[in-house]
């Protein structure tokens, strides 16, 4: 609990940020989790991933966007993406942050832009998934979701952060309302007010919310690394009756790349999260905070650099 407090609250600060942006062994070691800084390298990374028989979902870094210009950059960049999914043929989806649009700045900014992005990615039957991001955002991108959806946008799903005590509250009000829904733990530092602060209490919120998503969600995603909540997954969709193909494992790029091969091999659908783009290092932050794995992973480069 302590690193994952610690490296979430670097990923906010400003000065360790720059500091790392300009340290070259950190930008080899962050390599790990990101495909790399331009498109050329994400879509790369996606063909390396499709050849394993793998489904991907690219992301373009960037978050809390504080200027219009940034935020219309950062669309162009998102259908700048789909145009390369759909020139090359991949097996893709877009994830998109909404306060990389604009969210923090005006709602209806970040509804405009990812208007214009559904409607670019409906025009190449492509889908498009909505991140979650810390607390103070989960109400309006559901108002954004839920406006999309108004409007006739099939083409665009959602994620639930499991940590949250609404979030079971959520899924059930979504799955009504026809929602694809990727379902993760969650990672961002919440007060306990609002979030349950033991990881046994995530688990077991994960696994209750899971079990109703594969019982009654639209093809959800089950989005954990955790080998335990693997399992359980399996054996409750035989026991249900629920093929494999009424739902997938979705994992990020770098983690658990053995686990995210035997799965696929299994016979099950597995994607995973790739991200590229210049603003890496939030993202990396927040990916050390998760699994103390990872730490080791980059502690070990430190010492082989270092020989």
């Not at 500091?19 to 800084?37: D, K, P, T, W």
């Not at 498109?39 to 979902?57: C, K, P, Q, T, W």
């Not at 919310?209 to 909540?229: C, N, Q, S, V, W």
Request: net charge positive; glycine share 4%; with cysteine.
């Amino acid at each position: 609990m302590f690193l994952r407090r610690f490296f979430i609250a670097l990923s906010v600060n400003a000065r360790v940020q720059s500091f790392v942006l300009q340290n070259g062994l950190a930008r080899r070691a962050s390599r790990r989790f990101i495909a790399g800084e331009s498109l050329e390298d994400g879509v790369e990374a996606v063909r390396s991933i499709n050849r394993l028989g793998i489904h991907a979902s690219l992301n373009y870094l960037g978050e809390k966007t504080t200027n219009v210009e940034l935020a219309e950059s950062a669309a162009a960049m998102y259908i700048r993406i789909l145009e390369a999914i759909h020139t090359h043929k991949l097996d893709c989806n877009l994830s998109v942050k909404l306060s990389q649009l604009g969210l923090a700045i005006d709602e209806s900014l970040a509804e405009l832009l990812l208007r214009r992005i559904l409607e670019a990615a409906r025009h190449r039957n492509l889908f498009v998934r909505i991140d979650m991001e810390e607390s103070p955002l989960v109400e309006p991108t559901l108002r954004i979701w839920r406006r999309m959806r108004s409007e006739g946008f099939s083409n665009v799903g959602v994620v639930i952060q499991a940590y949250l005590y609404r979030s079971a509250a959520d899924v059930e009000a979504l799955v009504k309302e026809g929602a694809r829904i990727r379902l993760v733990k969650g990672a961002y530092l919440e007060p306990p007010s609002i979030a349950f602060p033991r990881k046994k209490d995530v688990d077991e919120n994960y696994r209750r919310l899971m079990e109703f998503l594969l019982r009654f969600g639209d093809y959800p995603a089950i989005a954990t690394h955790d080998e335990k909540l693997i399992v359980h997954a399996k054996s409750f969709a035989a026991q249900e009756g629920i093929s494999p193909s009424q739902f997938e494992f979705q994992m990020i790029y770098g983690v658990r790349r053995d686990l995210q091969r035997a799965l696929a091999q299994e016979g099950y659908n597995v994607r995973v999260y790739i991200p590229f783009g210049e603003q890496w290092y939030p993202y990396f932050m927040r990916r050390l905070a998760e699994r103390p794995a990872n730490v080791l992973f980059l502690l070990r480069n430190v010492l082989v650099e270092r020989v």
